[in-house]
């Protein structure tokens, strides 16, 4: 199955998008109480056009993903017509949010003030009803898509969990394998300097009954030689 590289471009077009209307109710702001040439305005104006000018590249990344689903066919990535179809909407929802947006900043006309699904602020003329409709539909199922991802996401980290509390069993049954083998090494160690230190004794105590012995005999030996030699001065 080919890589859908949508979900990605998404997360990075939401994020922008919400910079870019913090972006915009901050020059709103300023433009309401500066002059028009002042630094401040100047700089807010600047700023709003560099993040619409990256959320429009990011944009076409994602218009170019949606283009390669509806080519090569949504069964290909795994999807419904009716996701694809929903993608397409997305794009245009955002296309409209930047060129509102660019049109305020350029000092053309004062689009209502958006959010990211689009909802018109209290005091601006409302959308038609089936605009409305139809964003309603649309952030209904962007929700609904959102949810599915974080379902997944959640069944991802929970296999992971899953997979580590197997591995940390196994390994807590090595760790006792190994000290039960060093158990037994220790046991075994223990009982041969038992017997080490046991015969050492024995040894000691046979040397000393030796050396015992070999002086009994030499003194044996010196008396018979002293008598011999007391017989012989006695007899000449």
């Known amino acids: 199955m080919s890589t859908d590289p949508y979900h990605a471009v998404q997360q990075e077009i939401q994020g922008s998008l919400q910079t870019a209307s913090t972006l915009r109710a901050s020059f709103l702001r300023i433009r309401s109480t500066a002059r028009e040439d002042s630094e401040e305005l100047t700089w807010a104006r600047n700023e709003l056009k560099a993040t619409l000018a990256a959320l429009e590249a990011d944009l076409e990344d994602l218009e170019e993903s949606v283009n390669v689903v509806e080519s090569t066919g949504a069964r290909l990535f795994g999807l419904e017509e009716a996701e694809v179809m929903e993608r397409r909407r997305y794009v245009g929802h955002v296309r409209r949010e930047i060129e509102d947006m660019r049109a305020e900043v350029e000092g053309g006309?004062?689009?209502r003030p958006t959010s990211m699904f689009g909802a018109p602020s209290p005091g601006i003329r409302s959308p038609a009803p089936e605009n409305?409709?139809?964003?309603?539909?649309w952030a209904r199922q962007e929700q609904e898509m959102m949810m599915r991802q974080q379902d997944e996401t959640i069944d991802t980290i929970a296999g992971t969990l899953s997979t580590i509390h197997e591995q940390a069993g196994l390994m807590g049954q090595e760790i006792g394998e190994h000290n039960e083998m060093l158990d037994d090494l220790e046991r075994g160690v223990s009982n041969s300097d038992a017997k080490l230190t046991t015969a050492m004794a024995k040894m000691k105590?046979?040397?000393?009954?030796t050396e015992e012995t070999k002086s009994g005999w030499c003194i044996v030996i010196l008396i018979i030689?002293?008598?011999?030699?007391?017989?012989a001065v006695i007899l000449v």
């Open 225 to 231: 030689i002293l008598m011999a030699l007391l017989l």
């Open 205 to 209: 105590k046979f040397i000393r009954q």
């Open 132 to 137: 409305e409709d139809s964003q309603a539909e």
């Open 109 to 111: 006309r004062r689009s």
